[in-house]
């Protein structure tokens, strides 16, 4: 991930919204819970993060993958495969834009 600004807002998504005490099936309204609380500056740097995930995620880039997961890890104590990641993403944007 050097190569990649490490996703911050999402470190915050997930250590706040969607840690590991939350199930899957609460994602998507965790998500509009963060667009309704959160300025619309933080929404638009997530969005921004979820767009550069997405493009790890097309080029098929593991290697970057396993780092993010990492990342997201050390502060959430949630995994986020490379399989898990697309549905991750998309419910995401799909509520917060």
């Given at each position: 991930?050097?190569?990649?600004?490490?996703?911050?807002m999402?470190?915050?998504?997930?250590?706040?919204?969607?840690?590991?005490?939350?199930?899957?099936?609460?994602?998507?309204?965790?998500?509009?819970?963060?667009?309704?609380?959160?300025p619309?500056?933080?929404?638009?740097?997530?969005?921004?993060?979820?767009?550069?995930?997405?493009?790890?995620?097309?080029?098929?880039?593991?290697?970057?993958?396993?780092?993010?997961?990492?990342?997201?890890?050390?502060?959430?104590?949630?995994?986020?495969?490379?399989?898990?990641?697309?549905?991750?993403?998309?419910?995401?944007?799909?509520?917060?834009?």
């Amino acid at each position: 991930m050097d190569n990649l600004k490490k996703p911050e807002m999402l470190k915050y998504f997930m250590s706040g919204y969607f840690n590991q005490s939350v199930s899957w099936s609460d994602l998507e309204g965790l998500a509009t819970d963060f667009k309704e609380r959160e300025p619309k500056s933080m929404v638009k740097q997530l969005i921004s993060e979820l767009k550069m995930l997405q493009n790890v995620l097309q080029k098929g880039d593991k290697e970057t993958w396993r780092e993010i997961e990492k990342y997201v890890h050390e502060y959430s104590m949630r995994y986020l495969d490379f399989e898990d990641g697309p549905e991750f993403i998309n419910t995401v944007l799909k509520a917060i834009q």
